[in-house]
């Protein structure tokens, strides 16, 4: 007994060494991409702003199938017909992720149709924008319903199968709000609060499955239609991402296995602000200071 206490202690600086070093050299080398040719995707909210983008990745980098939902048929049938132009199979199915009947029903439905998913972004998200005194009970639930408990039915619709392939990987959009709160979009960041302590979860309790892995991204604000004529202090300093550009990184942390991935990197000036509490004013202070640093008040339009 004593020997083995006595063997671990001493490979345990061997083993800190070896990963230091293992660190070092992938900082140095172009990381190796995983193929992307076996894998079906699908996207949720697919059809536009930056699932499309997505999409087009995916089927760049020599996805076999995209699949992509939505709710709305215009944007869905628009993206699959130019995903087939650039000479990927896709198909699109109509389906509110907000409701669990219809993802199991769709679930199976691509099943059918298409074959298993082997990778599963869960894109789709919708912003309220307003203060919690100024919005509508019905409005806040809905955002719950589709930007964090959709995240629970597609998981729980595709994960099942991907464990038994031993081959997956779950994706999640999620925002640097989930880190760091705004005031006037109080039922967005809560939701993205709680999609980020599920996929923390996720990605942990994945740790033991083989072959399965998560990756979760986390953008600042990027010029799409989600939050069009939101004011961002300092525009110069923090200018909005491309959604073309959200989506490379998107694809490359998915084929390089990264967990999870702050857009842009100076992002990570929010983390090191909102590091958990020594004392108890800490966290607060964090919070005030990112937010001036940043962001307007402001009232996104909503896309509810
Ligand atoms: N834009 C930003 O500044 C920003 C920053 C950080 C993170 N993000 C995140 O990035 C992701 C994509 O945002 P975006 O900027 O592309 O927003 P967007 O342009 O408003 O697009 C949202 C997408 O979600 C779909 N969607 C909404 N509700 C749905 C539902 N119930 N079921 C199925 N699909 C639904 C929409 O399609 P239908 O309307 O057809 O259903 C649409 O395709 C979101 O998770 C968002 O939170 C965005």
Known sequence: MMWKWLGALLLFPVQMVYLVVKAAVCLVLPPKLRDLSQENVLVTGGGRGIGRHL??????????????????????????????????????F??????????????????????????????????????????????LLKSQHINTLGQFWTTKAFLPRMLELQNGHIVCLNSVLALSAIPGAIDYCTSKASSFAFMESLTLGLLDCPGVNATTVLPFHTSTEMFQGMRIRFPSLFPPLKPETVARRTVEAVQTNQAFLLLPWTMHVLVILKRPPHSGTLRPVGSVCSHQLMFENHSPPGST
């Open 94 to 139: 109509i389906c509110d992720v907000g409701n669990r009947e219809e993802v199991y029903r769709q679930a199976k439905a691509v099943r059918e149709k298409v074959g298993d998913i082997t990778i599963l972004v869960n894109n789709a998200a919708v912003v309220h924008g307003k203060s919690l005194m100024d919005s509508d009970d019905d409005a």
């Open 55 to 92: 999409a087009r990745e995916f089927a760049r980098r020599g996805a076999r199938k995209i699949i992509l939902w939505g709710r709305t048929e215009k944007c869905l049938k628009e993206t699959t017909e130019e995903i087939r132009l650039m000479g990927t199979e896709c198909h699109y």
